[in-house]
């Protein structure tokens, strides 16, 4: 057995959950080691809401969560890898806790038990002086559902609810009882507007902690940080640090206390912006390496044709930036507002200024705000930016936004701090979850951490967000899929492929619409693509995915106020992909123009992202094809008997085809991940590789210090040309390619690509 590293070479996310749990997870250690990482990277463990599939709804900070395999379950899960050499990252969520049963929350039953007198009363974030001492939870059907209330064994019940009593306030109906209490059900529409705690983004089961009190730090980090001492835990993940109060603050503590162990965090950057200086972290999960990918397969000639059905489709040209501030502007008028509502009541009364100018004031800030979040000091030009666009666009706002602003700029306070943290659940809503639901123009860029509104980046481009990533965050992690993500990696790279056949596109859209249509026709060209990107998949995935976009999009139907008779039009389109012989038949047709260029892009984006700098994560599962949408399709069940077997006729000397199998991914996977474990000096820096001849522009290629990536972009355009002259100019002498073993030798002319290339459509090439 050998140590872990410090800082992993790559690292394997696996979802723990109840039909996962830690015993499964150790039989798989084994494998995790043949494939080639040096950590298992695990979903929360601590435990968790009943039936929870996620474990971000902490109940628990002190225990291991029982239905994942408890203490007993992770001890085995750590002796395994272990064993295997491998070590364990883990992730944690600091900045909320699950709620949603108060009666497994020890910490949310005292609080409501004994309201501000309660011993964990500071490890929430209440508004105690709004709603007269009472934490408002809104569970209740309607006001007059108050009357259902009944007294059962000491408790409040509301259905399945239970509830506790503060001590002598128990006697009398339950209306009189509940009257007495330090906490108030009410109608839970009353969401939007009349909440007093922070939630995590508008879910009112996940209550916000003040992790920033040295106390609740320690009490919900005490067993992480043993484990990180026992040598159980190697690394951390740290979700939604933006939730937080002060992200740095957290970080220094953290480092501190974990001896400085490798820790990412789980935020989004837009384009262009870094990380603030000076946090304690090796850098994000990798969205942003996820964007950086995904965008160098992208035909930039494929926009007007895309741009101009999406136009056609809408009945006007999209304006996607309005797009997203109408969108931002919904989530602070509507499922946010409680939260705007609370930074009205800090600011309190501003001199010559009506209450609902500075409401709208601080809406319109929070809407236009380009980032998810400032850390002030740092960041303060976003929000001076952003003072100054809304005083542009809303002359009406000026004073309330010019008293606002030396306020909100001043570190620290309350009002600040507020602020940082309501801008990011106002563009995660706001964006991720409706504006990329709304605009389907091309739904491959929609994605968590990208922008649908930039159209592909050029090799110069993607090779120069390298070289900065090397220089600035060479540890930070970098993926593909996430149980976040809005479609796996694969579903992405053949996707990218209409950007390269348009017209061809359109013509297949137009003919679905004219066959089945629906009143919302930039939602049915959503439905089209992801169907087309996943397909083949059961129709109960498909009817699942359809209807949580819909209302997710918001605009036919939505999750409150669900709309029968358009879910049911929808519906129909599903079946219709199924049960008409024509459709069907021209669905597949497509898909099968489109699957070897897909494939084609799946190959050279693994490989991108598994030798670009930083520290690769692989997916559960994305070692093969994997075709899945949008959580919880994404948390299937993975099949690892058959990625063993895969695996063992590759290292029985195999060379797969690029087929169906997905056993050419599991290759790449497997001899990347391998190359890097054991060949770390091969990739410790960053240099473009120069491509000549006439499909120059169908290569990307860079030497990271020993190993040169090679890779196939825009291969459907390709197919028109072949490779031609096109040659990768390397250093005279004997290559060798890690993939399939071929040999070549670079002279005056370099390496001939289509020779390079002929069996597979990447290559990992090192000095023979």
């Known amino acids: 057995m050998t140590e872990p590293r410090a800082v992993p070479s790559a690292t394997y996310r696996l979802q723990v959950h109840a039909g996962f749990p830690l015993q499964d997870a150790a039989e798989v250690a084994g494998y995790l080691a043949d494939l080639g990482v040096?950590?298992?990277?695990?979903?929360?463990?601590?435990?968790?809401?009943?039936?929870?599939?996620?474990?971000?709804?902490?109940?628990?900070?002190?225990?291991?969560?029982e239905a994942r395999g408890g203490e007993e379950g992770l001890d085995r899960f750590v002796a395994a890898l272990h064993e295997h050499g491998l070590g364990l990252v883990l992730d944690l969520v600091p900045n909320h806790m699950g709620v949603d049963d108060p009666s497994a929350a020890r910490w949310?039953?005292?609080?409501?038990?004994?309201?501000?007198?309660?011993?964990?009363?500071?490890?929430?974030?209440?508004?105690?002086?709004?709603?007269?001492?009472?934490?408002?939870?809104?569970?209740?059907?309607?006001?007059?559902?108050?009357?259902?209330?009944?007294?059962?064994?000491?408790?409040?019940?509301?259905?399945?609810?239970?509830?506790?009593?503060?001590?002598?306030?128990?006697?009398?109906?339950?209306?009189?009882?509940?009257?007495?209490?330090?906490?108030?059900?009410?109608?839970?529409?009353?969401?939007?507007?009349?909440l007093n705690y922070r939630r995590f983004f508008a879910i009112n089961t996940l209550a916000g902690l003040r992790v920033e009190d040295p106390a609740v730090f320690d009490a919900t980090h005490r067993l992480v940080l043993q484990l990180v001492r026992d040598g159980a835990v190697d690394g951390l993940r740290i979700d939604h640090p933006d939730g937080l109060a002060d992200p740095k603050g957290y970080l220094d503590r953290l480092a501190e206390a974990s001896g400085g162990r490798w820790t990412v965090v789980e935020k989004i950057l837009e384009p262009g912006e870094e990380l603030p200086e000076g946090w304690a972290t090796a850098g994000t999960t990798g969205y942003d390496a996820l964007s950086e990918v995904d965008q160098v397969l992208v035909h930039p000639a494929g926009e007007p044709a895309l741009?101009?059905?999406?136009?056609?489709?809408?009945?006007?040209?999209?304006?996607?930036?309005?797009?997203?501030?109408?969108?931002?502007?919904?989530?602070?008028?509507?499922?946010?507002?409680?939260?705007?509502?609370?930074?009205?009541?800090?600011?309190?009364?501003?001199?010559?200024?009506?209450?609902?100018?500075?409401?709208?004031?601080?809406?319109?800030?929070?809407?236009?705000?380009?980032?998810?979040?400032?850390?002030?000091?740092?960041?303060?030009?976003?929000?001076?930016?952003?003072?100054?666009?809304?005083?542009?666009?809303?002359?009406?706002?000026?004073?309330?936004?010019?008293?606002?602003?030396?306020?909100?700029?001043?570190?620290?306070?309350?009002?600040?701090?507020?602020?940082?943290?309501?801008?990011?659940?106002?563009?995660?809503?706001?964006?991720e979850d409706s504006a990329y639901y709304r605009w389907a123009r091309f739904v491959m860029l929609n994605e968590v951490g990208g922008d649908p509104a930039h159209f592909g980046t050029s090799v110069a481009g993607f090779h120069a967000a390298q070289q900065n990533r090397l220089a600035v965050k060479p540890q930070a992690m970098t993926t593909l899929s996430t149980h976040d993500t809005k479609r796996s990696e694969d579903v992405r790279a053949r996707l990218a492929v209409l950007a390269e056949l348009p017209t061809e596109w359109a013509s297949l859209v137009r003919y679905l619409l004219s066959r089945h249509p629906l009143a919302d026709r930039p939602l049915a060209h959503l439905v089209w693509q992801n169907l087309v990107g996943a397909w083949p998949l059961s129709r109960e995935r498909a009817h699942a995915y359809v209807e949580k976009a819909a209302r997710e999009a918001g605009t036919s139907t939505t999750w409150t106020n669900p709309v029968q008779e358009f879910e049911e039009q929808l519906h129909a389109l599903v079946d219709a992909a199924y049960d008409d012989e024509a459709t069907a038949a021209r669905i597949t047709k497509f898909v099968a123009r489109i699957e070897a260029f897909g494939w084609s892009?799946?190959?050279?984006?693994?490989?991108?992202?598994?030798?670009?700098?930083?520290?690769?994560?692989?997916y559960q599962g994305t070692e093969l094809w994997d075709f899945s949408l949008v959580d919880p399709d994404n948390r299937r069940p993975v099949d690892y008997a058959r990625r063993r077997e895969l695996l063992a006729r590759l290292?029985?000397?195999?060379?797969?085809?690029?087929?169906?199998?997905?056993?050419?991914?599991?290759?790449?996977?497997?001899?990347?991940?391998?190359?890097?474990?054991?060949?770390?000096?091969?990739?410790?820096?960053?240099?473009?590789?120069?491509?000549?001849?006439?499909?120059?522009?169908?290569?990307?290629?860079?030497?990271?210090?020993?190993?040169?990536?090679?890779?196939?972009?825009?291969?459907?355009?390709?197919?028109?040309?072949?490779?031609?002259?096109?040659?990768?100019?390397?250093?005279?002498?004997?290559?060798?390619?890690?993939?399939?073993?071929?040999?070549?030798?670079?002279?005056?002319?370099?390496?001939?690509?289509?020779?390079?290339?002929?069996?597979?459509?990447?290559?990992?090439?090192?000095?023979?």
């Open 38 to 65: 040096s950590h298992a990277y695990s979903s929360p463990l601590l435990r968790s809401a009943e039936g929870s599939t996620h474990g971000y709804d902490t109940v628990d900070h002190g225990h291991i969560d």
């Open 108 to 194: 949310w039953w005292d609080v409501l038990q004994h309201g501000r007198d309660s011993e964990h009363a500071a490890a929430f974030d209440v508004d105690w002086d709004f709603g007269g001492g009472k934490v408002r939870i809104p569970v209740l059907g309607s006001a007059d559902d108050v009357e259902k209330l009944e007294l059962v064994d000491g408790e409040l019940r509301y259905y399945d609810n239970r509830f506790p009593i503060a001590p002598g306030t128990g006697d009398g109906t339950p209306q009189e009882v509940h009257a007495r209490q330090h906490y108030e059900l009410v109608d839970w529409r009353r969401a939007d507007s009349d």
């Open 307 to 431: 741009t101009a059905l999406d136009t056609e489709l809408a009945g006007k040209a999209v304006d996607y930036a309005q797009l997203v501030h109408d969108c931002k502007r919904e989530v602070t008028d509507g499922m946010l507002g409680s939260e705007v509502a609370r930074l009205q009541r800090i600011v309190g009364d501003l001199p010559g200024l009506p209450a609902d100018r500075v409401r709208e004031a601080l809406a319109e800030l929070l809407a236009s705000f380009p980032v998810y979040r400032s850390y002030l000091p740092d960041g303060r030009r976003h929000l001076d930016e952003t003072v100054a666009a809304v005083k542009e666009r809303r002359p009406d706002l000026v004073p309330a936004v010019e008293a606002l602003h030396p306020l909100l700029g001043q570190a620290g306070t309350e009002l600040a701090t507020r602020f940082e943290q309501t801008s990011g659940p106002v563009m995660a809503k706001g964006v």
């Open 601 to 618: 892009n799946s190959l050279t984006q693994k490989l991108l992202q598994l030798t670009m700098p930083g520290v690769p994560d692989v």
């Open 651 to 768: 290292d029985a000397g195999e060379v797969p085809a690029v087929d169906e199998t997905g056993a050419a991914k599991l290759l790449v996977v497997s001899r990347v991940l391998r190359a890097r474990r054991d060949h770390p000096e091969w990739f410790e820096g960053y240099a473009p590789v120069e491509v000549r001849g006439e499909a120059a522009d169908h290569v990307v290629a860079f030497d990271r210090g020993g190993a040169v990536t090679v890779g196939t972009r825009l291969p459907a355009t390709l197919a028109g040309t072949g490779w031609g002259d096109t040659a990768l100019q390397l250093p005279t002498g004997a290559w060798q390619d890690l993939l399939t073993g071929g040999r070549f030798v670079s002279d005056v002319a370099g390496i001939p690509v289509d020779a390079l290339l002929a069996k597979l459509p990447v290559a990992l090439l090192v000095r023979a």
